[in-house]
């Protein structure tokens, strides 16, 4: 499969500066082994606080903030 990189970056909120940034088979994989979520599956005022816990996301979906 290839890669469409420059199409994910136009999606990408993440703020973090990494080699990951637009390769979302490899940030996907990367978050989950250490039981979190990237930076696109929250909202903008999340994303900033670095925090991709399952947990945090799950009290983000709680309080219907996702």
Do not use: W
């Amino acid at each position: 499969m290839e890669c469409n990189k420059e199409r994910n970056l136009e999606k990408c909120n993440c703020t973090y500066s990494c080699s990951k940034k637009g390769l979302c088979c490899e940030c996907i994989s990367y978050h989950l082994e250490m039981r979190q979520l990237p930076a696109c599956c929250f909202p903008k005022e999340a994303e900033a606080t670095y925090d991709r816990s399952f947990e945090y996301f799950a009290r983000l979906v709680k309080a219907g903030e996702v």
